[in-house]
């Protein structure tokens, strides 16, 4: 299928081939009919990606510190391939679309393929052929629905969400600084509702526009004469009851004019993307002035439940989610109570796309609204796409399921370029992530259908997509006679653990998990210094803290910290003693989320070997992240940040200290493709993978049982 992309670092905005969009649980493929160009939005990302290197840096000057701090912590290797990742991807644009249900996943009762949907969401509603969306964003249309104004159905979520953080009533007045796409909507709302509308723009082109479609009562341009006094007038002296700004601009005017148009006791709604450091005096303070901000399409936006698992609002409780309020803004379009034919100023057909981007960034003539039409005749196309011409194989043939950041920066760049290796397909829920990473890798297609990643051709599997995955990828490799290799964790339920221990023992295929501590040179040095004798261990992490609502924390998904991440660690503490785990205790510290990831762990293993985890969301990222203390038979090492080694013995301590971080991830892969070529084993067994994965399950449940231990 054919999908507008661009490059951050270039600015190269191209209509390509990619694969065809994946099928989720809770999601629909939907044939876009038509597609917005949100100008201002989209406008600034394009102009952006336009911009020299240097411009780029001061536009985000937040992502510029990201950058400096990760050199810092962990060298300029891994600094420029996350750098080069960002600036190489192929960005899919667009957020607003119209067209018509073609599959329908798992769990959908609302859509029937033929449906007539408008789409929201950046990510999900592209400016592409065929879009997959989840439920909650997406709305069916009636079948006599003119598919280029629902197309608006983002901009007119946005707005409506805007017009009710106003809560405006009958009769009162409203004015509206900016009257771009989102103003002009918001208006139009807000006349439907019986509210005064006043216009306020600093271009006489937008207010005559405005005015001529009667969309508002009064247009004034923001240098009018007197402009102040005749918006007490309309409003007979009170002031505007609420002032919805939905401007773009980095200037403080917008936020200080609505504190002196707004009344007293007024309300000042932020749709826009403005700065909001008001002066105190002499309006905003003395009128107590309310400030609210509009978050995007309304509840729900942002919400991992109510956005990608699909689990919506009580309607008693909330009454507008982004899906009503995209219902709402549908109706107010099917019962002509509101005409938004006016706001298209521009159709291109979508081949012409990249012309129509042109116009938003070089604003060479007037425009407001401009539509992208779809050839919807168009046959699309399943197949995997070839992007390169090497049909090699080898002896070890690979092939990816999802190929994110980690993946990208840690693994790919690491395979070995031997005779003996094979690149075979790449496979990601994003049809543009899959051709830039097949392309840049030097993959043989980027796939469409996993049956492409299960053919013969592919003899060993990485699967690097999210954690709530990762079971079900593994059993799939091991049923379909591939070698695997997942990353942490192996999966995310202790059923799943049951299977890969069957599936493996009958299948005889390898299976490893990207536990790349155990590989990290200064690792080795530490192992050889103490040997397999018993010891005590000290692992510190100062993990920091990660938001309730990313997918990390969902128990789902991603299945928490403990899962997902402390895995690592009980794995790294095994490797150093050379025994398995045979017994754990685990207390959390109480915080109010549940999330369990301040905690203490002490894990007893096999040979005698004792072993604590300290792993600590409520730390300071200015200390490092992780240190390690081993104890035995009279010798004690540290291990600070895999960066610094001492070790004590007779005589002065030894240091070993290395100008960047190494966490092992190159030389576990080099040690797992090695093994495949030579003996056909992991370099660790899977006796380790299956103790460590029981392990980390233990350490929930000793929690749950207030500290109790807890065998293995």
């Given at each position: 299928m054919q999908q507008l992309t661009q490059k951050l670092g270039s600015g190269d905005m191209v209509i390509q081939?990619?694969?065809?969009?994946?099928?989720?649980?809770?999601?629909?493929?939907?044939?876009?009919?038509?597609?917005?160009?949100?100008?201002?939005?989209?406008?600034?990302?394009?102009?952006?990606?336009?911009?020299?290197?240097?411009?780029?840096?001061?536009?985000?000057?937040?992502?510029?510190?990201?950058?400096?701090?990760?050199?810092?912590?962990?060298?300029?290797?891994?600094?420029?391939?996350?750098?080069?990742?960002k600036l190489d991807a192929y960005s899919p644009l667009g957020y607003s679309c119209a067209g018509e249900v073609i599959e329908v996943g798992k769990g959908v009762a609302e859509f029937e393929i033929g449906d007539k949907v408008a789409c929201a969401g950046a990510?999900?509603?592209?400016?592409?052929?065929?879009?997959?969306?989840?439920?909650?964003?997406?709305?069916?249309l009636n079948n006599d629905t003119d598919l280029k104004d629902a197309a608006y159905n983002t901009l007119g979520a946005i707005s409506m969400q805007g017009v009710r953080q106003a809560d405006l009533r009958l009769g009162e007045s409203c004015v509206i600084i900016g009257l771009g796409l989102l103003g002009q909507l918001a208006a139009l709302i807000l006349k439907a509702s019986g509210?005064?509308?006043?216009?306020?723009?600093?271009?006489?082109?937008?207010?005559?526009?405005?005015?001529?479609?009667?969309?508002?009562?009064?247009?004034?341009?923001?240098?009018?004469?007197?402009?102040?006094?005749?918006?007490?007038?309309?409003?007979?002296?009170?002031?505007?009851?609420?002032?919805?700004?939905?401007?773009?601009?980095?200037?403080?005017?917008?936020?200080?004019?609505?504190?002196?148009?707004a009344r007293k006791k007024g309300k000042v709604v932020v749709l826009g993307a403005v700065p909001t450091g008001f002066d105190r005096d002499p309006h905003w303070y003395r009128k107590e002035l309310e400030l609210k901000m509009a978050c995007s399409y309304g509840p729900g936006r942002y919400d991992l439940n109510y956005e990608e698992k699909g689990i919506d609002y009580p309607l008693p409780y909330v009454r507008w989610t982004e899906k009503r309020n995209m219902e709402a803004f549908q109706d107010l379009i099917a019962s002509n109570r509101i005409d938004i034919g006016y706001l298209t100023t521009h159709e291109f057909e979508f081949d012409n796309a990249k012309a129509a981007f042109d116009l938003v960034v070089s604003k060479s003539e007037p425009f407001t609204g401009i539509a992208l039409k779809y050839d919807t005749e168009r046959t699309v196309s399943k197949e995997k796409i070839t992007t390169s011409e090497n049909e090699k194989l080898g002896k070890v043939n690979i092939s990816f399921i999802g190929a994110g950041s980690y993946a990208q920066g840690n693994l790919l760049p690491n395979i070995?370029?031997?005779?003996?290796?094979?690149?075979?397909?790449?496979?990601?829920?994003?049809?543009?992530?899959?051709?830039?990473?097949?392309?840049?890798?030097?993959?043989?297609?980027?796939?469409?259908?996993?049956?492409?990643?299960?053919?013969?051709?592919?003899?060993?599997?990485?699967?690097?997509?999210?954690?709530?995955?990762?079971?079900?990828?593994v059993l799939k490799s091991l049923r379909a006679n591939k070698n695997v290799f997942v990353e942490k964790p192996l999966c995310l339920l202790e059923s799943e653990l049951e299977e890969i221990i069957e599936a493996q023992s009958e299948a005889k295929k390898v299976v490893?998990?990207?536990?790349?501590?155990?590989?990290?040179?200064?690792?080795?040095?530490?192992?050889?210094?103490?040997?397999?004798?018993?010891?005590?261990?000290?692992?510190?992490?100062?993990?920091?803290?990660?938001?309730?609502d990313t997918w990390i924390q969902d128990s789902e998904i991603g299945g928490g910290r403990i899962l997902g991440e402390v895995c690592h660690f009980i794995d790294y503490l095994t490797y150093l003693n050379g025994s398995l785990p045979n017994k754990v205790s685990a207390s959390a510290l109480p915080d109010a989320n549940k999330l369990n990831d301040t905690l203490n762990i002490l894990i007893q293993?096999?040979?005698?070997?004792?072993?604590?985890?300290?792993?600590?969301?409520?730390?300071?990222?200015?200390?490092?992240?992780?240190?390690?203390?081993v104890f035995s038979a009279g010798i004690s090492a540290t291990l600070n940040d895999f960066k610094e080694l001492k070790t004590y013995g007779k005589g002065r301590p030894k240091k070993t200290k290395i100008l960047n971080q190494n966490k092992g991830q190159k030389e576990m892969v080099t040690a797992f493709i090695n093994g495949l070529l030579n003996d056909g084993q992991a370099p660790i067994s899977f006796e380790e993978i299956i103790a460590v994965t029981e392990a980390s399950f233990k350490v929930l449940e000793s929690i749950k049982r207030g500290g109790e231990q807890v065998g293995i």
């Amino acid at each position: 299928m054919q999908q507008l992309t661009q490059k951050l670092g270039s600015g190269d905005m191209v209509i390509q081939e990619v694969p065809y969009p994946q099928l989720g649980k809770g999601m629909v493929i939907v044939k876009n009919h038509y597609s917005i160009i949100s100008s201002g939005t989209e406008g600034s990302t394009v102009a952006a990606a336009r911009k020299s290197l240097i411009g780029k840096a001061k536009e985000r000057p937040q992502q510029v510190k990201q950058v400096v701090d990760t050199l810092k912590k962990q060298g300029p290797v891994q600094t420029y391939r996350a750098v080069m990742k960002k600036l190489d991807a192929y960005s899919p644009l667009g957020y607003s679309c119209a067209g018509e249900v073609i599959e329908v996943g798992k769990g959908v009762a609302e859509f029937e393929i033929g449906d007539k949907v408008a789409c929201a969401g950046a990510g999900y509603a592209n400016h592409a052929e065929i879009v997959s969306v989840p439920v909650n964003l997406c709305v069916k249309l009636n079948n006599d629905t003119d598919l280029k104004d629902a197309a608006y159905n983002t901009l007119g979520a946005i707005s409506m969400q805007g017009v009710r953080q106003a809560d405006l009533r009958l009769g009162e007045s409203c004015v509206i600084i900016g009257l771009g796409l989102l103003g002009q909507l918001a208006a139009l709302i807000l006349k439907a509702s019986g509210v005064r509308v006043i216009g306020i723009d600093v271009s006489e082109a937008a207010i005559n526009q405005a005015v001529e479609n009667d969309v508002v009562d009064l247009g004034l341009t923001r240098n009018s004469a007197g402009i102040e006094e005749q918006i007490l007038n309309v409003t007979k002296g009170y002031g505007a009851d609420a002032v919805i700004i939905a401007a773009a601009t980095s200037g403080l005017d917008p936020i200080n004019f609505a504190g002196a148009i707004a009344r007293k006791k007024g309300k000042v709604v932020v749709l826009g993307a403005v700065p909001t450091g008001f002066d105190r005096d002499p309006h905003w303070y003395r009128k107590e002035l309310e400030l609210k901000m509009a978050c995007s399409y309304g509840p729900g936006r942002y919400d991992l439940n109510y956005e990608e698992k699909g689990i919506d609002y009580p309607l008693p409780y909330v009454r507008w989610t982004e899906k009503r309020n995209m219902e709402a803004f549908q109706d107010l379009i099917a019962s002509n109570r509101i005409d938004i034919g006016y706001l298209t100023t521009h159709e291109f057909e979508f081949d012409n796309a990249k012309a129509a981007f042109d116009l938003v960034v070089s604003k060479s003539e007037p425009f407001t609204g401009i539509a992208l039409k779809y050839d919807t005749e168009r046959t699309v196309s399943k197949e995997k796409i070839t992007t390169s011409e090497n049909e090699k194989l080898g002896k070890v043939n690979i092939s990816f399921i999802g190929a994110g950041s980690y993946a990208q920066g840690n693994l790919l760049p690491n395979i070995p370029e031997l005779a003996d290796i094979g690149r075979v397909g790449i496979l990601t829920n994003t049809g543009t992530t899959s051709k830039r990473v097949a392309e840049k890798f030097k993959f043989q297609y980027c796939a469409s259908k996993e049956e492409d990643i299960f053919s013969e051709k592919t003899n060993t599997v990485f699967v690097t997509t999210r954690h709530d995955s990762h079971g079900t990828y593994v059993l799939k490799s091991l049923r379909a006679n591939k070698n695997v290799f997942v990353e942490k964790p192996l999966c995310l339920l202790e059923s799943e653990l049951e299977e890969i221990i069957e599936a493996q023992s009958e299948a005889k295929k390898v299976v490893m998990v990207g536990f790349n501590r155990r590989f990290s040179p200064l690792t080795a040095k530490l192992k050889k210094a103490f040997g397999n004798h018993p010891m005590t261990m000290i692992y510190r992490i100062n993990a920091g803290a990660i938001r309730k609502d990313t997918w990390i924390q969902d128990s789902e998904i991603g299945g928490g910290r403990i899962l997902g991440e402390v895995c690592h660690f009980i794995d790294y503490l095994t490797y150093l003693n050379g025994s398995l785990p045979n017994k754990v205790s685990a207390s959390a510290l109480p915080d109010a989320n549940k999330l369990n990831d301040t905690l203490n762990i002490l894990i007893q293993f096999e040979n005698g070997s004792n072993g604590i985890i300290g792993y600590y969301a409520n730390g300071s990222k200015a200390m490092s992240k992780e240190y390690i203390e081993v104890f035995s038979a009279g010798i004690s090492a540290t291990l600070n940040d895999f960066k610094e080694l001492k070790t004590y013995g007779k005589g002065r301590p030894k240091k070993t200290k290395i100008l960047n971080q190494n966490k092992g991830q190159k030389e576990m892969v080099t040690a797992f493709i090695n093994g495949l070529l030579n003996d056909g084993q992991a370099p660790i067994s899977f006796e380790e993978i299956i103790a460590v994965t029981e392990a980390s399950f233990k350490v929930l449940e000793s929690i749950k049982r207030g500290g109790e231990q807890v065998g293995i």
